[in-house]
């Protein structure tokens, strides 16, 4: 070859100037490696069907062309391209095997690794593969594992013969790097080994800026070099050519496939596929991110071939992932930003056989190991759940009882639940006179995991309004948690006899056994299950009792507790009020109605009830909080939410925490609980939501409708309204009444109703403040307007519409209300220390950042994207108020901010997303903003104090991503040397007065 003509080794070529490599030829090079890469498949290994020529040096080149995206191309350095393009040349240079290393095998490494890998191979195809070719097959394996390791000695200048004697190979490559600096040479090497090692995530070994010398071109981002080579030559899989990689790494059991489908040498193309826009058109404009695979098997015989290509290409994706995953970690935590890798996918779609079906693998069930799995801690992690599985079994068949006895015209009332506890015998029971179970219900669902009879479709066609307790079908494996032996006798109407079966081992085989009706306790003799446990001697059954109160609260059917044969304990309470009512007497807050209550309310198909204390003074009754030391001794309180009077939470209902004493039931409704019934799914539940949300709301109305009817001030029932709902809104908000609005008449209307207003009007000053203070003491109709009419000659409210009163932005009520509004209009008083805000529907006037989490006590900053004028201001660049820091349009700092604002959105980005919310903190800091520096300041020293001050939780390398998109001496002639002041109430408040 005379001349380059590839894009890779003609960037790399002009590296031959640089510090480190004066004196190499890359031509020269390529000529001594396309030499050696000749001896590959020499003396009897690697001669079928694996080429290592340089015709793959010059494929890996291609696709490195398309497989690095136009924008890295365009920032890598020559330094980079030269260590790239070397790698590519020498990665399968350790696949050279000369005859006389063969034939010194034994005198190395490959004796030991003959006989581990004969004896660790679980098939015998390796076996018979070294019987059938002698060594010369599993020398060759043991060279593809180790090749990588080989050609970084012998770059290294080291000829370790436990990986082969190579001394002559090991020289020769001496010669043709002679001219190569050593640090370049190491690294060199390391990387050629780093496409069969699995540490490439490793940034401290490789490194993303190694300096070679004192110009930009001389970096390199080892990191990502290594990334590329390995992927190249990952993708280098067409008919000249099978991968390097050993097979024992794709397919384990099964190499002889591997083998097969070498032979088969079937793929045809390997490049990136077309991207499509919505209409389903090739847009070549969009960055490609998915590899297609070409190929063709043709006849019966290729199917094994096929299974091969898929293992690999299985195995080509979780690479292909993970070099996804280092690129990202190294923009984001090394500033390896520019480096790209955006290939996720391998799409197969274009493989075609002919001959035999592509089926791929099939999922089977391990029975044992699923048995063990439900069973076991991972689904259920509370053995106590047992008690409440088989108490709710039985309340669900007493209860399907029922509806048949209804339906046959019968009031059957005498449905009861018994636990049973023999301490000498260990042996817990669980009778119920429910439906019992026939064969068939023995057989496909108490014995069938996963089917529930009450899915039947069948029962749901007999009784469609009938919604059971249980769901899954897999409540009696909870019994292995605490027995080995289980006994179960049943009998149903269905059949003359009863059925007894006996469980032994989760994973065992049961036997059904007969038994005449006139045998069995009177309790199931007619209809009705016993279940009896034997349960073993390592488990605590001294809370029994404890269990089954915590789980049984209000349960339809009476259930009942006896203890070695003494009387009947009931479990479960009346009603969802008398729990509360007997904890709140317990714990010394006797409900007499007057300063302790509890309330009990129904919404849809749940009812809740809640503790309240009576404020004297107040003239209110307020939610009651949970006893935060019981919650931390992790005590059972009587809150959380039942299903049919079964708790499944225990939390307050509606919520994830426990912040108020309230305890709910669903009754009747289609909920949905995970399959522990732990917890209720409540993105499938929004109608049960909705009910519990109501009652609280209802109460909280209730109160400060109370309030009202006892000729409390309007403001003072909102205040009081906002206090009874505080505990309430730590996770969302409901529509209850928000602020008085004025109006002509003084009125308190809910956030909907003002989120449908047009338009609505905000004024910011003491003397409104004060207005509302003094009508929240006085039990008067008297409207805010009518009060500044009466002590102000100029009323700046008369004629304007929808003023609210009492504006808070940090109330969900009040984000929600003005949530699809902006600020369209601003007016200040100066005189008058007053600002007044129209808001109206959105039409994108502002960019609006959010500065909650960049150490500013203002919420948002507001910079217009249109003309923008706020009547009333003096020198001041715009005002700053209860909703943010809004900036006036036809100032020098505006044009400044939208030009820097143009800068970072070039690239829509998270990462500059943040570093704009960083750099926008920075400049609204007071002490910048109002702070103005000398022209003539050491502006080095200027920036490093400012740093210091400001950026403490800063990296300093976002901060050095963040100066690279500002000019410097603009931002000191924009911003450092100005004095720019905001109006603001507070500009009157002493509060701020320290330098």
């Not at 009031?411 to 019992?436: H, I």
Request: some cysteine.
């Amino acid at each position: 070859m005379n001349q380059f003509t590839n894009y890779v080794e003609l960037q790399a070529e002009k590296a031959e100037n640089l510090s480190f490599c004066r004196g190499i030829k890359l031509l020269h090079i390529r000529d001594k490696v396309e030499t050696m890469l000749g001896f590959i498949g020499k003396g009897g290994i690697f001669e079928e069907y694996t080429v290592h020529s340089i015709e793959h040096i010059d494929e890996m080149l291609k696709i490195v062309e398309w497989l690095i995206p136009d924008i890295t191309k365009e920032k890598m350095t020559y330094a980079e391209w030269l260590m790239l393009t070397l790698a590519i040349y020498f990665h399968d240079l350790g696949m050279v095997v000369t005859k006389d290393e063969f034939e010194h095998r034994d005198e190395t490494g490959f004796k030991e690794y003959k006989e581990k890998v004969l004896e660790n191979t679980e098939e015998f195809e390796y076996e018979e593969c070294a019987k059938e070719r002698g060594d010369s097959f599993l020398y060759q394996e043991f060279v593809r594992e180790n090749h990588a390791a080989r050609i970084r000695q012998w770059i290294e200048g080291k000829n370790a013969r436990n990986l082969g004697e190579a001394e002559a190979v090991c020289q020769e490559i001496e010669d043709i790097l002679k001219n190569l600096d050593k640090m370049f040479k190491a690294d060199l090497a390391m990387i050629c080994e780093s496409h069969h090692k699995d540490d490439i995530e490793d940034f401290s070994k490789y490194k993303v800026k190694k300096m070679y010398g004192n110009t930009e071109n001389e970096k390199v981002n080892l990191n990502y070099i290594a990334i590329i080579l390995r992927t190249a030559d990952l993708l280098h899989i067409t008919r000249d050519r099978t991968p390097s990689v050993a097979r024992r790494l794709i397919n384990v059991s099964n190499p002889v496939s591997v083998l097969e489908w070498e032979k088969q040498m079937a793929v045809r193309a390997v490049r990136p596929k077309d991207q499509r826009n919505e209409e389903g058109v090739v847009d070549n404009s969009k960055q490609k991110d998915t590899i297609e695979i070409t190929a063709y098997f043709d006849g019966a015989e290729t199917a094994e071939a096929y299974f091969g290509l898929s293992s690999y290409l299985q195995y080509t994706r979780k690479e292909l992932a993970k070099c996804c995953e280092i690129v990202e970690k190294a923009q984001k935590r090394e500033g390896a930003v520019g480096y790209e890798f955006p290939w996720r996918e391998v799409d197969e779609s274009q493989i075609e056989v002919n001959g035999f079906e592509k089926k791929k693998l099939q999922f089977t069930i391990a029975q044992d190991n699923i048995l063990q799995l439900l069973v076991g801690h991972t689904l259920y992690n509370d053995s106590s759940v047992v008690v409440r599985e088989l108490v709710q079994n039985g309340i669900d068949a007493v209860r399907l009882q029922t509806e048949y006895e209804k339906r046959n015209g019968k009031d059957y009332s005498q449905g009861k639940v018994w636990v049973e506890w023999n301490s000498v015998k260990r042996q817990l029971s669980f009778w119920d006179n429910g439906t019992g179970m026939s064969i068939q219900d023995v057989e496909n669902y108490l014995l069938k995991v996963g089917a529930s009879k009450y899915r039947d479709e069948v029962v749901k066609k007999q009784f469609p309004n009938f919604t059971s307790i249980s769901h899954f079908g897999i409540g009696i494996l909870t019994c292995f948690m605490v027995a080995n032996d289980i006994d179960i006798v049943t009998s149903s109407d269905e059949q003359e006899e009863a059925n007894s079966i006996n469980l032994r081992k989760v994973n065992g085989s049961y036997l059904l056994r007969k038994m005449d009706k006139n045998e069995l306790d009177v309790r199931i003799k007619q209809h009705g299950t016993m279940v009896k446990l034997y349960v073993r001697s390592d488990v605590d059954m001294a809370k029994l009792e404890n269990d089954l109160r915590k789980w049984i609260v209000v349960p339809e059917i009476p259930v009942y507790l006896s203890v070695d044969g003494n009387e009947n304990i009931r479990i479960g309470y009346n009603s969802l009020k008398e729990i509360l009512i007997k904890y709140l007497n317990e714990t010394g807050h006797d409900v007499d109605g007057e300063k302790y209550d509890v309330y009990e309310k129904k919404h849809g198909n749940v009812t809740v009830a809640y503790a309240v204390r009576h404020l004297k003074y107040m003239s209110d009754w307020c939610l009651m909080s949970a006893d935060n030391r019981r919650v931390q001794r992790k005590a059972i309180l009587p809150i959380g939410t039942c299903v049919e009077g079964i708790r499944v939470e225990f939390s307050t209902p509606g919520y994830k925490n426990t912040s108020i004493l309230a305890i709910a039931n669903i009754k009747n409704s289609k909920y949905q609980t995970n399959v522990a019934r732990s917890a209720i799914e409540l993105d499938a539940n929004n109608e049960i939501l909705s009910d519990i949300y109501d009652v609280y709301k209802d109460y909280v109305q209730e109160q400060m409708d109370r309030l009202e009817d006892q000729d409390y001030a309007q403001s003072w029932a909102v205040s009081e309204g906002r206090y009874l709902m505080r505990p309430l809104i730590y996770d969302d908000y409901s529509n209850s009444r928000i602020e008085p609005i004025d109006e002509g008449v003084r009125q308190i209307v809910s956030a909907e109703d003002v989120a449908e207003l047009e338009e609505i009007n905000i004024f910011e000053c003491e003397m409104t403040r004060a207005g509302e203070y003094l009508l929240k003491e006085v039990r008067s109709s008297a409207t805010l307007s009518s009060l500044i009419g009466v002590v102000c000659k100029d009323n700046f409210l008369a004629g304007v519409k929808n003023v609210i009163c009492n504006i808070d932005m940090g109330n969900l009520l009040h984000q929600y209300a003005l949530k699809n509004k902006e600020v369209s209009k601003i007016e200040v008083a100066h005189k008058e220390r007053r600002i007044h805000v129209t808001y109206s529907c959105k039409n994108d006037l502002w960019y609006e950042f959010d500065l909650r989490n960049r150490g500013l006590a203002a919420r948002s900053l507001y910079i217009p994207k249109k003309n923008m004028i706020i009547s009333g201001l003096k020198e001041e660049i715009g005002v700053k108020n209860f909703g943010g820091i809004y900036i006036q349009s036809n100032t020098e700092l505006c044009e400044y901010l939208i030009k820097v604002i143009g800068a970072f959105q070039s690239e829509d980005t998270e990462e500059n997303k943040i570093l704009l919310e960083v750099f926008l903190s920075y400049v609204f800091d007071n002490k910048v903003l109002e702070v103005a520096y000398k022209q003539d300041v050491n502006t080095s020293n200027m920036f490093k104090q400012l740093l210091e001050e400001r950026f403490v939780r800063v990296s300093n390398e976002l901060i050095e991503k963040m100066w690279a998109k500002i000019d410097t001496q603009e931002f000191v002639n924009k911003i450092l040397t100005k004095n720019y002041t905001l109006y603001s109430i507070d500009n009157w408040s002493r509060k701020n007065d320290s330098i």
